[in-house]
């Protein structure tokens, strides 16, 4: 129990000083050419933001405003990117957010319903071609259009968000194979050799579908008609489950005919068991079924056995790919099972993002890792940088429910 303690101290001090070494470089580095949350300028804000309130200082709150006129400065000079990770949807969805947290203040419903019929016009390009990606497709504009409903005072645009996401819904029940009550899209897996086949990603796959389907489940206007795709693609899913006890993780990255060789998943965020695993938690909290539940808390069980190099194939420590998102999806499983194993698990995930802040000329010590080019690169945003990696730390040290994960699908 002593050493228990000892190293809880250790790792609040330590974190302590990261964060607030992370703050005193995003004070005066806060540029992106991009506005989405993930990997552009609202990222940043938001970080800004909820360090001013875990602080209880205004200074890091005025960055914050100053990068959200920013964007909007951006908006009016022409910017076009339309995406959730890196553009507007993504802005208009952190604004949401910011909005609702009560750490600006904006009528959104005039501010936001003049990009609704651009953001809805790339929706429906992406959903003609089945293309249903949460960070660059059609599942990322559904989820802003989403936020946008559950938060509008107005009833008329509440019926536009109804529309464009029952829209949605269809394209999705359009594109879907169904064989032997089971559901599955088919998307690209390789943009360089456009090898298609059945994506298990919460990133760019199937399990980013059942989450964005399973918030929809909370809704009457949408409830009968996503309840049959959540529970068909989840058998699909868990159909897969690795039937040798020999391997480390316990769904493939994908299923496709012309690879069998991908049975080996990483530890990670985006890719892996601990997407599948946080979103089958929530979809069984929206279901009511408490076996899914079970099912959900063992596929994270295993994956908190999973400590070693060669079993998660982690290489930094961003929220994306790394040590600090594996934190993040760990600290979110304990704080809605309270299991010690979670509690655990984050703990050994946040040393082990401490331990990666050795590169001398990073950001904080810290650099993103490129794998297809065998690189380091130094990053700032949310979803692979050190803002995100702050907000993992606060977090982790505040007393407060934060809820900015949501972000990710974690929440």
Same mark, same amino acid.
């Given at each position: 129990?002593? &050493?228990?303690?000892?190293?809880?101290?250790?790792?609040?001090?330590?974190?302590?000083?990261?964060?607030?070494?992370?703050?005193?470089?995003?004070?005066?580095?806060?540029?992106?050419?991009? @506005?989405?949350?993930?990997?552009?300028?609202?990222?940043?804000?938001?970080?800004?933001?909820?360090?001013?309130?875990?602080? &209880?200082?205004?200074?890091?709150?005025?960055?914050?405003?100053?990068?959200?006129?920013?964007?909007?400065?951006?908006?009016?000079?022409?910017?076009?990117?339309? #995406?959730?990770? %890196?553009?507007?949807?993504?802005?208009? $969805?952190?604004?949401?957010?910011?909005?609702?947290?009560?750490?600006? /203040?904006?009528?959104?419903?005039?501010? @936001?319903?003049?990009?609704?019929? !651009?953001?809805?016009?790339?929706?429906?390009?992406?959903?003609?071609?089945?293309?249903?990606?949460?960070?660059?497709?059609?599942?990322?504009?559904?989820?802003?259009?989403?936020?946008?409903?559950?938060? #509008?005072?107005?009833?008329? @645009?509440?019926?536009?968000?109804?529309?464009?996401?029952?829209?949605?819904?269809?394209?999705?029940?359009?594109?879907?194979?169904?064989?032997?009550?089971?559901?599955?899209?088919?998307?690209?897996?390789?943009?360089?050799?456009?090898?298609?086949? !059945?994506?298990?990603?919460?990133?760019? *796959?199937?399990? %980013?579908?059942? &989450?964005?389907?399973?918030?929809?489940?909370?809704?009457?206007?949408?409830?009968?008609?996503?309840?049959?795709?959540?529970?068909?693609?989840?058998? !699909?899913?868990?159909?897969?489950?690795?039937?040798?006890?020999?391997? !480390?993780?316990?769904?493939?990255?994908? /299923?496709?005919?012309?690879?069998?060789?991908?049975?080996?998943?990483?530890? =990670?965020?985006?890719?892996?068991?601990?997407?599948?695993?946080?979103?089958?938690? +929530?979809?069984?909290?929206?279901? +009511?079924?408490?076996?899914?539940?079970?099912?959900?808390?063992?596929?994270?069980?295993?994956?908190? +056995?999973?400590?070693?190099?060669?079993?998660?194939?982690?290489?930094?420590?961003?929220?994306?790919?790394? =040590?600090? *998102?594996?934190?993040?999806?760990? &600290?979110?499983?304990?704080?809605?099972?309270?299991?010690? #194993?979670?509690?655990?698990?984050?703990?050994? $995930?946040?040393?082990?993002?401490?331990?990666?802040?050795?590169? /001398?000329?990073?950001?904080?010590?810290?650099?993103?890792?490129?794998?297809?080019?065998?690189?380091?690169?130094?990053?700032? %945003?949310?979803?692979?940088?050190?803002?995100?990696?702050?907000?993992?730390?606060?977090?982790?040290?505040?007393?407060?429910?934060?809820?900015?994960?949501?972000?990710?699908?974690?929440?």
């Amino acid at each position: 129990m002593q &050493n228990t303690n000892i190293n809880q101290i250790y790792i609040t001090t330590t974190l302590n000083f990261k964060l607030d070494e992370i703050y005193k470089i995003l004070k005066s580095e806060h540029q992106s050419e991009n @506005l989405g949350v993930l990997t552009g300028l609202t990222g940043l804000a938001m970080f800004h933001f909820y360090y001013s309130r875990f602080k &209880n200082e205004d200074k890091a709150s005025d960055i914050g405003v100053k990068i959200i006129t920013d964007c909007f400065e951006k908006i009016n000079d022409n910017y076009e990117l339309p #995406t959730y990770c %890196s553009g507007i949807a993504g802005f208009g $969805w952190a604004l949401e957010h910011l909005q609702l947290e009560n750490f600006i /203040e904006f009528d959104n419903d005039e501010v @936001l319903s003049d990009l609704d019929h !651009y953001l809805f016009e790339r929706q429906s390009v992406d959903t003609s071609i089945g293309y249903f990606d949460f960070l660059h497709g059609s599942i990322g504009y559904g989820y802003y259009f989403l936020s946008r409903y559950k938060s #509008t005072t107005s009833q008329k @645009l509440k019926n536009r968000y109804k529309i464009y996401l029952l829209e949605l819904i269809s394209s999705i029940e359009k594109f879907a194979i169904e064989s032997e009550n089971k559901m599955k899209w088919e998307s690209i897996l390789s943009i360089e050799t456009q090898k298609r086949g !059945y994506n298990f990603s919460l990133s760019h *796959g199937i399990p %980013s579908t059942i &989450n964005f389907l399973s918030r929809l489940h909370n809704y009457s206007d949408f409830k009968s008609r996503v309840k049959p795709m959540i529970e068909k693609s989840i058998s !699909y899913i868990l159909h897969h489950k690795n039937k040798e006890t020999s391997h !480390y993780s316990i769904f493939p990255n994908f /299923e496709c005919e012309l690879d069998n060789n991908n049975r080996h998943s990483r530890l =990670a965020w985006c890719y892996g068991d601990l997407g599948i695993g946080i979103t089958l938690l +929530q979809a069984a909290k929206t279901l +009511q079924n408490k076996n899914l539940n079970k099912t959900a808390i063992d596929i994270l069980k295993h994956s908190a +056995q999973r400590i070693e190099r060669q079993d998660t194939l982690v290489s930094d420590a961003g929220i994306c790919h790394g =040590a600090f *998102g594996i934190a993040k999806v760990f &600290n979110r499983a304990y704080k809605e099972t309270r299991d010690p #194993t979670f509690k655990e698990a984050t703990e050994h $995930w946040l040393n082990e993002g401490l331990k990666m802040s050795f590169h /001398e000329d990073g950001l904080a010590g810290y650099k993103k890792w490129i794998g297809g080019k065998q690189t380091w690169k130094n990053e700032l %945003s949310l979803l692979e940088g050190i803002s995100g990696i702050g907000l993992v730390i606060i977090d982790y040290l505040t007393n407060n429910e934060f809820n900015w994960d949501e972000c990710l699908m974690i929440s």
